[in-house]
């Protein structure tokens, strides 16, 4: 399947939901490719303690057990900061839990990260409980990176939805039967990072 035709899949669903669309919007680049799965659990796993302290969860609990598991080079820089320094703002960290979903989505342990849709409520629970101090293995064991098509269909259906919020927030129709705005620029920046060698604080996110 070329872009073009994920593209067609994408205005068809934005439009059926009576968002605006535009069909100028750059194509996704065909030679796009997934990361390897361990890279991808690696950092879903990390961002899992990281979000868990920005909603309360103690950070020197997180920070061990981010240690423990091996996982603090799959931080970013603010959020190692986050977690050592204990004095950064944690509400934009808290927008962690939506790239999350989406690499969650990716990693089949939800069924859906789309535009439409909240996050299932049950998302903390698909990952390690950290109140236990549970190890990573099973999670490890249990995911299951999904088909590049299904990544890349995904993605396009992110950016478009991307596009049409911003160009609703600019005077455009009133968007309904959609997710707020930074939820999806966050789970299409995972989806970005997933199929790219880009750095997560480096992935554009133009429209």
Known sequence: MKTAEFRVESIRRLAAAGLPTNPRLPFLEAALEPRPQDEVVSRALALHGVVAAAYGYPRDRALQWIRREELW????????RFLEVQTEEPKAIRLGVEA?????????VIPSCEPFQKLPPTLVKKFPDLLRGEGTGQFREASRL???LELLGMLDLLYCAHWAVRHGELGGPTLRSIQPLPAIVERRRALEWLL????WDDVPLDT
């Open 100 to 108: 999350l979903g989406a690499l969650g989505w990716a990693l089949s």
């Open 196 to 199: 790219t060698r880009t750095g």
């Open 73 to 80: 080079e799959q931080l970013t820089a603010e959020e190692q």
């Open 146 to 148: 999904r088909e590049q």
